[in-house]
């Protein structure tokens, strides 16, 4: 990197089905100096994730899509390099949306949105993209809030060696459930197992799904986490037990679909078995992340939950990386290391 320069990308042009490197433009701008009220902060580590592919659509969604031309959104964990603002000072490590860049000028109007890390730091720093952040937010909301586990029920969760998957799990053994994880390969179906402590994993590119999940749940399926969508909800609707719940978190599945996904086959289950089916934004919840963050914190300290990741090098391969979303080929949560921490 260029001692003078900001590397940034930008959106290009809009995915019409997967991501392609190609929608995405470099550019190289002078590193901008902070004014009164404003700070200048360092990109340390850049989180990527699927809402990554809404947010380049120009479909409805929970907030402003990103225009073309626009910096590419991504939370990001960074440090504070200049401030001319009395709240910050040089070393703060911070976190917040500031994009696709090495550098980021905030002014005092988004440093609302920004937040500062405590120092010193009791976990690692790229666990601020992950389990303490709104990626363990998502898990611990969707999960007990609108799942409401009981001891002894089984939960199904989707993508489930995935960020949010992953925590969902184990969330749900805390609370004394069984978990069974649905996920895309042999070997990540022994981490959910081996690592995570699910009580039993399912690879659904090699497994008939529904008589899989009979095997893995022989007592039906009270709440399913659903990442995904598609063929996968299908086979789990043909299990549930009566009251089920399904947060519904995210549908991969369709993202770069071209054409409107047909709803699910088994729809009337829904119906049959009085399930509540209820989607949600964690932004829904963003005035109570502080119980989620102290009860996650808790939990990591106390080793009852553990995190994987998957840290690619050097913002230049962003474009290509971010792939991995969607093509399997990731463990855990996807992030970029941009420059080194303090």
């Not at 990001?76 to 603002?85: A, D, I, L």
Request: aromatic share 8%.
């Amino acid at each position: 990197m260029q001692k003078y320069l900001n590397r940034q990308w930008r959106l290009a042009s809009r995915p019409i089905g997967d991501i392609k490197e190609s929608d995405f433009e470099y550019r190289e701008e002078v590193i901008p100096h902070p004014e009164d009220g404003e700070i200048l902060v360092r990109s340390i580590y850049l989180s990527l994730d699927p809402t990554n592919r809404i947010w380049m659509s120009d479909r409805p969604q929970y907030m402003p899509p990103v225009e073309l031309g626009e910096v590419m959104r991504g939370l990001v964990v960074g440090v504070v390099e200049e401030s001319k603002n009395p709240k910050f000072q040089p070393g703060d490590l911070v976190s917040g949306a500031l994009g696709w860049q090495d550098y980021a000028l905030i002014s005092p109007q988004n440093l609302l949105y920004l937040t500062k890390l405590p120092q010193p730091l009791t976990v690692p720093l790229t666990a601020f993209l992950h389990p303490l952040s709104f990626i363990g937010c998502t898990a611990y909301f969707g999960l007990l809030d609108i799942g409401k586990p009981q001891p002894g029920e089984t939960v199904v969760v989707s993508a489930a060696s995935g960020a949010v998957g992953s925590l969902v799990g184990q969330i749900a053994k805390i609370k004394g459930c069984r978990v069974v994880g649905i996920t895309g390969s042999d070997e990540k179906c022994q981490l959910l197992v081996d690592e995570l402590g699910f009580d039993a994993a399912i690879n659904y590119k090699t497994a008939d799904l529904i008589p899989a999940l009979a095997a893995s749940c022989p007592n039906g399926i009270d709440i399913y986490f659903e990442n995904v969508g598609g063929e996968i909800l299908d086979a789990v609707l043909t299990q549930v037990n009566l009251n089920a719940r399904i947060p519904l978190c995210g549908l991969i599945s369709t993202y770069n679909a071209q054409e409107l996904v047909p709803g699910p086959y088994n729809f009337g289950q829904i119906l049959m078995q009085r399930v509540l089916v209820q989607g949600f934004i964690i932004t829904d919840y963003l005035q109570q992340w502080d119980v989620a963050f102290r009860d996650i914190g808790e939990w990591l300290q106390e080793e009852k939950i553990k995190y994987t990741q998957e840290i690619v090098a050097g913002l230049e391969n962003a474009p290509k990386a971010i792939l991995k979303l969607f093509d399997g080929d990731k463990m855990g949560k996807l992030i970029v290391k941009i420059s080194e921490e303090p």
